[in-house]
């Protein structure tokens, strides 16, 4: 028998794959050469202006190799891969994408920084950066306007790949922004409230300011570049929900939540604990004033924007808000467990535990209640039709995070009881020793609790609207013949395992069919089709996880569920045989019943 036409071609295209990804591998290492070896000519460039060799002869013999050897063979190397993109398979590969996806980052990232440090160096008694900054920015620039090129080239195309461009730069461009605006905002304020008038270097306070807006210009430009210019929030694909979902909320969701966290954390201990000088308590309420506003702005754009595209991604957004509002709150509530504990313990230490105290409160301050409007436990369903797809994942995900939890906080309670009982030091109780996993356990037990609550309701509201008779076949067994003219057994065998929705079907052939010194039925069989309706049909209301399948001559087809371990009544051999060849009017031959396989 000749093997499958596909089976010819598995080897040709695992080899083609390995081809591309040697050879896409190969180009991005010598793009990356020839760049570092063109930048570091130009930066002795710019700094001698007039001498090029001056001391450093081993770092310009490397420069050389690097431009002169390295940039010839990835300029060869990249001129043979662009004539095989004349062919679109090539084009569409998995190698083609890695390559353009890993250098347009690359050089993207490079470049961008490398100009902003150019400019911010002119901020300040900083210009000796200036060459690097200037030599790193023209030759990534350049590297990146030729690969945005090829992505966009009219006959060539990479069409399939414009939503990871834009992924690549606003999520780039998004985070450098944000990062930068914080940094600003909270120098900003912090002048604003500690009234500090100069920086550890004796420069003005607005040097760091500027720089810091600088940089967030930059990022804010990457990132409508690539967003709206580059059309990234029109794209419906599932990377650019994903984007949305884990920058644009879920990251942002714990930089504002976090940062209102220390802000009230630090309002706290304004009012009821100052054991610390007023300088060191209001030293982080700047950050986290920057942090709350930037980290909420962010939230909330891409909050409207996920509301405005799929049902899937708004309902993502409200499970991802509120898995990150629950961790703030489970943290408090572990931190103020391990307050009121160590208040138990040493009524004594009243600062240490009244600044935990008031850690916890303000964490459970700030979660709680996001978390109640994301997740409104007052309007959970009440009936299967209201449970939004990805709820019972998001449960059970919450139940078994909580979980891992909640056994790793029990080992270290354990270690800890032992270490108190076996060790010879005293001093400390041991309540003070499993504080604090103590607490965690507390939180991490309410949180599984009350979601394995949720998940055995919604189990409850969907297995009442289940069929009552839903169909458990999980093995076939067919007996069939192989005879000249009739069906192959293997194609009613693969009809046979759709129809019951994945069986495994095991396929046994009649040695009284078409066998050696037996002639062959001269009965016309019916069509595959045919025979598939009809054991579909006999099939039907059947509920045995073990069927036997019949294929008879002339297409007569008869089921006989089996009774076996799973159903408390296992069978001899001898009393398989007899149900199995026995019919309403004919008996078995010794030669079928020998072909009977024995029930698992």
């Known amino acids: 028998m000749s093997a499958p036409a596909g089976t010819a071609a598995t080897p040709a295209g695992g080899l083609a794959t390995l081809r591309r990804l040697i050879m896409y591998g190969l180009l991005f290492a010598l793009v990356l050469i020839a760049a570092s070896g063109v930048g570091g000519l130009l930066e002795r460039l710019f700094r001698t202006a007039s001498t090029l060799v001056s001391g450093d002869v081993a770092g310009l013999a490397l420069s050389l190799a690097f431009t002169l050897i ?34 347009y980052a690359v ?50 195309p990479s069409s399939h790949l414009e939503d990871v461009r834009a992924v690549v730069g606003s999520v780039f461009g998004l985070l450098l922004g944000a990062g930068a605006a914080i940094a600003a905002l909270s120098a900003l304020l912090d002048i604003a409230i500690r009234g500090f008038t100069a920086t550890a270097s004796f420069e003005p306070w607005w040097f760091d300011v500027l720089r810091s807006v600088l940089w967030a210009a930059g990022g804010a430009l990457v990132w409508w570049w690539h967003w709206f210019h580059e059309g990234g929030r029109r794209f419906r694909t599932g990377l650019v929900d994903v984007a949305i979902i884990a920058v644009g909320i879920f990251v942002a969701g714990i930089t504002a939540l976090g940062g209102l ?9 304004l009012a009821f604990d100052r ?9 982080p309420l700047a950050p986290a004033i920057a942090a709350a506003v930037i980290g909420a702005v962010i939230w909330r754009y891409h909050r409207t924007a996920a509301a405005q595209r799929s049902t899937r991604t708004r309902r993502a957004s409200l499970l991802v808000t509120s898995a990150v509002a629950l961790a703030a709150a489970a943290s ?15 009524p004594l230490a009243g600062g ?37 797809p990805g709820r019972r994942v998001y449960l059970v995900a919450f139940f078994g995070v909580s979980a891992v939890v909640a056994l790793i906080t029990l ?56 069929p009552a008779h839903k169909r458990v076949i999980e093995r076939v067994t067919l007996i069939s013949g192989y005879a000249p003219g009739t069906v192959d057994p293997e194609a009613l065998a693969r009809g046979i395992a759709d129809a019951t ?51 008879g001559p002339g297409g007569r087809m008869e089921v006989i569920p089996l009774a076996g371990p799973d159903s408390g009544a296992p069978m001899s051999a001898d009393r398989l045989g007899r149900a199995a060849v026995s019919g309403p009017q004919e008996r078995p031959s010794s030669r079928f019943a020998q072909f009977i396989p024995p029930v698992d």
């Open 107 to 156: 050089s993207l990232i490079v470049a961008t920084t490398s100009l902003l440090d150019l400019a911010s160096s002119f901020i300040g008694a900083q210009e000796s950066r200036w060459p690097s900054a200037l030599a790193n920015g023209l030759v990534w620039t350049a590297i990146w306007v030729w690969h945005r090129w090829m992505w966009k080239h009219p006959r060539k």
């Open 261 to 269: 966290g220390v802000v009230l954390f630090v309002l706290l201990r």
């Open 332 to 346: 408090g509530v572990g931190v103020v467990v391990n307050a009121l504990l160590a208040a138990a313990v040493s």
């Open 70 to 103: 390295g940039g010839p063979l990835a300029l060869l190397l990249w001129w043979i891969v662009w004539r095989r993109l004349d062919d679109e398979s090539e084009r569409t590969a998995a190698g083609w994408g890695l390559y353009l996806t890993g250098m």
């Open 352 to 388: 240490a535990t009244r600044t935990l105290l008031l850690g916890g409160i303000s964490s459970l301050a700030v979660g709680g209640p996001v978390w109640w409007l994301a997740w409104k436990p007052r309007h959970q369903p009440r009936t299967a039709d209201q449970i939004p």
């Open 275 to 283: 054991t610390d000088p007023l300088t060191v308590l209001l030293e």
């Open 501 to 551: 929705g994945g069986a495994k079907v095991t396929t046994w052939l009649r040695a009284d069919d078409g066998g050696p010194g037996l002639p062959p039925s001269t009965t016309v069989p019916p069509s595959v089709e045919e025979l598939t309706g009809q054991a579909v049909t006999a099939l039907d209301g059947v509920t045995a996880r073990h069927v036997l399948v019949l294929a």
């Open 411 to 466: 080992l270290v309670i354990g270690y800890r009881l032992f270490e108190f009982l076996l060790s010879d030091i005293t001093g400390g109780s041991v309540l003070d020793r499993i504080r604090a996993p103590l607490g965690l356990l507390a939180a991490a037990g309410l949180v599984a609790g009350y979601h394995f609550a949720l998940w055995r309701h919604d189990r409850t509201l969907l297995a009442a609207v289940a």
